[in-house]
């Protein structure tokens, strides 16, 4: 322990993934988290500290602050401690000279000291999220940035205006800003506040742009071989790798099913007008006649329902969690460049041993980055695989649900 | 065994059906009170066998034969069943007693066999003759066929039918013998050939209307269900990959896995119930098929009353024309202009003597023409009367049949819907604990 203010508690890097209190994870209760626990070393971990014991002083902000809102954030499940609320709707159409684009309303209501009012309303386009994420990226490199939606339509067939496309877009913007609210130091950043918070992004996107090129640079380091892997690490990206396999499987599959489902949609609208047809020259048996070829248009209608339903609401969210899982693959490859570079300047520093001066600064540094990479990145990798469980849980219930009622609804009107 | 003391369901001889086809078989025939020959025996298809032999010309092939079993009906009320009698007929010979029943009632809506190629196939498999499936619907259509005729007042009294179930050599012979195959080309000429009525019975005319609508509605059902049970059989198989990559998924998830797990086998279940589905379809669109081939058969019945009223027309036609040259000659004015005037003015008038001869001629002609046209008259009311009392006990069963099939179909619908809410709701329990 260095000093008493909690921005300087030691790195959690040297806990193991079971022992890191996480605020959002169900199982754990935050509370045991204190600052003593935080300082055993545990002796599965690869030994990062110092050769003369003491815990690495981290002064990175990223993490630090993600320490302190680890410690201070109760589990929210229920929202009844959250204290940031951001919702996206009201998507409107602009049209200048340049030209056409589509805003969305964001809305804030939050109680933080941090926010200098406790409600806001702004307008904001598409671009301005792709700004905030790409800040977000470059300012908290550790951290697992959620996705956002694509920016460009690749099939030029589909119309950017048109009502389907535009709500799809602001159900992934909404769960964007949602997801970063929810995450304990994410939220935080300067730049999601002023995205939701500034009237006019157009000057801070100047200002920032000249300001935060810095910053970026000092992680993108090549060049470093990794020597090794941490296991976990490793374990992370293999399955990764396979997740993303089985995600695009799903993905094919449900596109068939929809196709073949369409298919035989336009198969079962002919059935009706047969059967009306044969009505005309039937006389006594009118009444079933007529029934079957109610149902059969019932049957097309709540067929083509499921099929609209599975393709809006289904389709985004596995293609969501492709790119999820492409921007972690990213996070994990950064995190190997980290550790490399610390393990060649280590090395580096070892052959040295004629000079007894303290470790340099920057081995340090590094050494730091390492630890507060794999920390952040454990955390979220945590919440990210609850949230996927939920999220995942949500969607293939909601898949089953919409067949059924589906169902439920044909079963119905043959019933009568 | 199917009871054989109930006056109105069909009574089956084989043990070894299964409840579904049994109830298939009730469903398929609607037989009426009182009828002759079922009250006296009972009758079924029970098996199909394949076997090889020499056909006409002398090469191999292979066919089915199907038994077919009888056993009288008071035979059983000793409380021990005895062994029905049997004898293996093959689809040939079927056709053979439908053609002879074609022909030597003409005034009888005759019911059909079941289709000689299998026709609105939806799966190309299904499309050979000798799939297993195909010979078990045709097994099933080939004992309807039986029972319909054996309900029929008329038609199950007919002996080449009785022979038919009774004796396995000879019958062939048999119904050669009685001459029909010559009236069965003249009737097949009469059908197609083209002649116009000038006063067709107009129930006849509307029936026959009825036929050709109820056939090409069918037809259309038919196709589109064929079309439509490719489609569904596609989008319940590709739920089966599903189930495969729910298993792969499971295998490098930890809290999730169980949950995947049984989703994916509930997606296979899902994915393997189409089979069952689209058999129980097959079974309502064979009941279609029956009423396609039996508008068949009305509209022959139509076509016959136009044949006899125009055979009638024809004979009142010469008739007139014949008394009108006996007017002629008689009074020797030319009252319509004729080719023979003509000819008379224009080479002379006839020689007293010739006319003479004429006109004996003309008389007896007359008297002939006048007994034929009360002959096709009476042949005409009798056909009238006898046809038009066979289309109405149709109609009726028609509607029955027709009725009781889109019921089941409804039924059957609702039945698939629940389930499919029961997958559904399974799968998504199991999501529910991922």
């Not at chain 2, 002879?100 to 609105?120: D, N, Q, S, W």
């Not at chain 2, 009476?378 to 099939?405: G, M, N, P, T, Y």
Request: hydrophobic fraction near 35%.
């Amino acid at each position: 322990m260095s000093t008493g203010t909690p921005r300087s508690l030691p790195s959690s890097g040297q806990k193991s993934l079971q022992d890191i209190c996480h605020p959002l994870s169900a199982e754990e209760s935050a509370r045991s988290c204190s600052p003593d626990t935080l300082k055993t070393s545990n002796p599965g971990e690869k030994d990062r500290s110092l050769p003369n014991g003491t815990p690495v002083d981290t002064s990175s902000p990223a993490s630090s602050s993600s320490l302190l809102n680890r410690l201070q954030l109760d589990d929210d499940l229920d929202g009844e401690t959250r204290d940031l609320f951001v919702t996206v709707d009201d998507p409107k159409k602009h049209v200048s000279t340049m030209e056409t684009y589509i805003t969305y309303r964001v809305c804030t209501k939050t109680s933080r000291t941090e926010f200098d009012f406790p409600e806001y309303s702004v307008r904001r386009r598409y671009q301005d999220f792709d700004w905030l994420r790409n800040r977000l990226e470059d300012s908290q490199p550790t951290h697992l940035i959620p996705p956002l939606p694509e920016k460009f339509v690749m099939k030029g067939v589909v119309d950017r205006f048109s009502e389907e496309f535009v709500e799809t877009r602001r159900k992934a913007l909404d769960k964007f800003v949602k997801r970063v609210a929810d995450h304990p130091v994410l939220s935080f950043n300067e730049h999601f506040n002023a995205f939701l918070s500034a009237k006019d992004l157009n000057k801070r996107l100047g200002l920032a742009l000249l300001t935060k090129m810095g910053e970026s640079v000092k992680y993108v380091t090549g060049g470093y071989k990794l020597r090794g892997r941490p296991m976990e690490f490793a374990a992370m990206g293999e399955y990764l790798d396979v997740f993303t396999q089985k995600l695009g499987t799903i993905d094919r599959i449900a596109q068939r099913i929809i196709k073949e489902q369409s298919e035989y949609l336009m198969e079962l609208r002919e059935y009706s007008p047969v059967y009306t047809s044969w009505t005309s020259f039937e006389e006594d048996l009118h009444e079933p006649l007529e029934g079957v070829a109610g149902c059969m248009s019932n049957c097309t209608s709540a067929l083509d329902e499921l099929t609209e339903d599975m393709s809006e609401d289904f389709l985004p969210v596995l293609k969501e969690y492709v790119l999820y899982i492409e921007s972690m693959k990213n996070v994990l490859k950064k995190r190997d460049q980290v550790q490399a570079e610390y393990e060649t300047k280590l090395e580096a520093v070892v052959f040295r041993e004629d000079k007894k001066t303290p470790v340099p600064t920057d081995v340090e540094k590094c050494q730091d980055r390492v630890e507060c990479f794999n920390a952040d990145l454990k955390a979220d990798w945590d919440r990210w695989q609850n949230n996927k469980g939920q999220d995942f849980r949500q969607l293939l219930t909601g898949m089953a649900d919409k067949n059924i009622q589906y169902y439920e609804k044909v079963r119905d009107r043959e019933l009568e | 065994m199917a009871d054989s003391g109930s006056g109105d369901i069909a009574v089956i001889g084989n043990t070894d059906l299964t409840t579904s086809e049994s109830e298939n078989n009730i469903k398929n025939t609607m037989v009426e009170k009182g009828t002759n020959l079922l009250k006296r025996m009972e009758i079924g298809v029970a098996e199909a066998e394949k076997r090889t032999g020499k056909n006409a010309v002398n090469m191999q092939e292979t066919y089915t034969v199907y038994l077919v079993e009888t056993r009288a009906v008071d035979a059983s009320s000793e409380g021990t069943t005895p062994v029905p009698d049997s004898l293996w007929r093959r689809y040939s010979e079927f056709e053979l007693l439908k053609n002879y029943l074609l022909v030597t009632y003409p005034f009888l809506v005759v019911p059909p066999l079941p289709e000689k190629r299998a026709e609105f196939v939806w799966h190309k498999l299904s499309a050979d003759n000798m799939d297993p499936d195909f010979v078990e619907r045709r097994r099933v259509g080939l004992e309807n066929f039986l029972l319909r005729v054996a309900s029929h007042a008329v038609l199950s009294n007919d002996k080449i039918f009785y022979s038919f179930l009774t004796e396995e050599n000879g019958w062939k012979e048999s119904v050669f013998e009685t001459g029909f195959q010559a009236k069965a080309d003249s009737r097949l000429k009469a059908l197609n050939a083209t002649f116009r009525v000038k006063n067709a019975d107009k129930r006849f005319a509307d029936m026959k209307q009825y036929g050709d609508e109820l056939q090409s509605v069918i037809s259309q059902l038919l196709r589109v269900r064929a079309r439509a049970a490719d489609r569904l059989y596609g989008v319940y198989k590709v739920h089966g990959n599903y189930g495969r990559v729910f298993s792969e998924w499971s295998a490098i998830e930890k809290e999730m896995g169980d949950g995947l797990q049984s989703a994916g086998h509930h997606m296979d279940a899902y994915a393997a119930s189409v089979d069952d589905i689209l058999e129980e379809e097959e079974h309502y669109a064979d009941q279609l098929k029956e009423y396609l081939f039996y508008a068949d058969a009305l509209r022959a019945v139509c076509r016959k009353h136009e044949l006899t009223q125009f055979e009638l027309e024809m004979a009142a036609q010469d008739l007139i024309s014949k008394k009108q040259q006996q007017e002629e000659l008689a009074t020797g004015t030319v009252r319509t202009f004729s080719l023979k005037g003509m000819t008379s003015k224009l080479f002379g008038q006839e020689t007293p003597e010739q006319r003479e001869t004429k006109l004996k001629m003309l008389e007896t002609q007359i008297e002939e023409g006048e007994e034929l046209v009360k002959e096709r008259n009476r042949e005409c009311e009798e056909f009238v009367k006898s046809a038009w009392v066979d289309i109405e006990r149709f109609k009726e069963q028609k509607d029955h049949d027709l009725r009781e099939a889109l019921i089941s179909y409804a039924i059957m619908q609702i039945s698939m819907c629940k389930k499919g809410i029961q997958v559904w709701n399974n799968a998504k329990e199991c999501f529910s604990k991922m």
